[in-house]
């Protein structure tokens, strides 16, 4: 089965807890704190694998969870990281957030690394809250939570060469033709519901070229009228050919009017992407062996030449001419180092610089719950340890200094009332508050 769309959530380990801890030796008083960091947790990245054609991986498998940090412990012991997680994809792959629709990578190069879902930091021991003033602080961190998300990934296959075409156009059986490809066909529309690939040599087997550039070439499921929108079985492959170098554009030319055929083809490219049309294409008039393409043919190539474009006529099913195809094909393409790198650039990872500004809002949920938003506070309320006094006394100092403890009770919050800060749930009291 050619899978080549998934939906997966991921979620990045959380950060291990700080310790608060102190020295306890003979003949040492008062030691002071010695609680060691939690460790970092593991982070999720994708991984380009050459050896990957499909998303067949994320078939089943659709939840991927990363390892948390250690605890930190006393004698200043930090807590080891997580591992790390490694997802391999095949090239062309693209990640989006599936909440947001925002591209995250989008990955052509063979070892290519992209990072989907950062480990939480692991909490701060006491060790680090000790000051002139105040010598034996209990007060450590939590360890943050781990990035969770879900993730849309998209495969476009990286091909040189596409074929595109109405369903029963004869791609298949050209495919067969030209490469060592075998794939399913038959005299019927839609024999071809997945993309096929093959390899394809230029020189032919009675060339004496020498052309040693051997291309790939794609052979995508018919399209029919509308496709762009969602119409047919092709719609879901369009993009498959957004990647390659040259586009084949076969016609079959035994249909009841070529004509209106390559017409339709050629505006389900240009609505899905109007790129596809500036591509190197090559008009493929197919089944040549059959009289009525035989008398369509003088006059489909010369409203083609009138149009500006290159146009051939074969019959994939004899082989006849496939050598002038081939030709053609190879002056379309690059030289052989170039062939030798991805159609596209190295791909594309989006880097965003992580805001920790002090900024906030308030809003008011429903009646009697109010939501404080800001990464700073979100940070400091999930790595607060609410249980211990110190901690919470230092969460609210924190509340006043932002500014936060100001704001909410000009939004006319009351006694009682329900505070949400990320995932932690406070109850407002006149001092101090009380955790839900």
Do not use: C
């Not at 948390?68 to 090239?91: M, N, Q």
């Not at 943050?144 to 990286?158: C, P, Q, Y």
């Not at 083809?265 to 992407?273: G, K």
């Not at 109010?370 to 940070?379: A, D, L, P, S």
């Amino acid at each position: 089965m050619f899978l080549d769309e998934v939906t997966i959530t991921v979620r990045a380990g959380d950060g291990g807890d700080g310790a608060s801890s102190f020295r306890h030796e003979a003949h040492v008083p008062r030691g002071g704190p010695d609680g060691g960091d939690g460790g970092r947790g593991g982070s999720i990245h994708v991984r380009v694998d050459a050896g990957q054609t499909t998303l067949r991986d994320f078939r089943f498998k659709h939840h991927f969870k990363a390892t948390s940090g250690g605890r930190g412990s006393g004698s200043r012991r930090h807590g080891a990281a997580g591992e790390e997680l490694t997802l391999d994809i095949p090239p062309g792959t693209a990640i989006y957030d599936d909440a947001t629709g925002e591209l995250l990578a989008d990955l052509v190069a063979v070892g290519q690394v992209a990072m989907i879902a950062r480990g939480g930091r692991g909490g701060l021991g006491n060790t680090h809250f000790k000051t002139s003033t105040h010598q034996a602080p209990k007060h450590a961190q939590k360890g943050e939570r781990g990035e969770e998300r879900w993730l849309r990934l998209e495969l476009r296959l990286i091909a040189d060469i596409g074929l595109v075409g109405l369903p029963n156009a004869g791609k298949s059986t050209l495919l067969a033709a030209l490469t060592a490809a075998r794939p399913k066909i038959a005299d019927y529309p839609f024999t071809t519901l997945e993309p096929n690939l093959g390899v394809m040599d230029l020189a032919g087997p009675d060339d004496l070229t020498g052309d040693e550039r051997r291309p790939t070439i794609a052979d995508v499921p018919g399209l029919i009228e509308g496709a762009s929108m969602g119409a047919g079985l092709g719609h879901a492959f369009l993009r498959h050919v957004e990647r390659t170098r040259v586009l084949l554009h076969l016609v079959d030319g035994s249909g009841r009017d070529p004509a209106w055929d390559f017409d339709v083809i050629r505006e389900e490219l240009r609505a899905h992407d109007p790129a596809l049309l500036e591509k190197p294409t090559l008009v493929v008039f197919n089944k040549l062996d059959r009289p009525p393409a035989q008398e369509a043919w003088p006059a489909f190539r010369a409203a083609r030449l009138g149009e500006g474009q290159d146009a051939v006529a074969i019959s994939a099913i004899e082989g006849t001419g496939l050598d002038e195809l081939r030709q053609r094909v190879a002056s379309l393409l690059p030289g052989a180092d170039e062939l030798d790198a991805p159609p596209e650039p190295a791909g594309v990872v989006v880097h965003r610089i992580e805001a920790m500004g002090d900024g906030f809002s308030v809003e008011q949920e429903g009646e009697r719950v109010f939501r404080v938003r800001g990464k700073r506070i979100e940070r400091i309320a999930s790595q607060t340890n609410f249980d211990v006094e110190e901690s919470a006394e230092r969460f609210q100092r924190d509340l006043a200094r932002l500014g936060i403890d100001d704001e909410l009770r000009r939004s006319g919050i009351a006694t009682g009332d329900l505070v949400r800060i990320g995932a932690t749930e406070l109850e407002w009291e006149a001092q101090p508050w009380e955790v839900r």
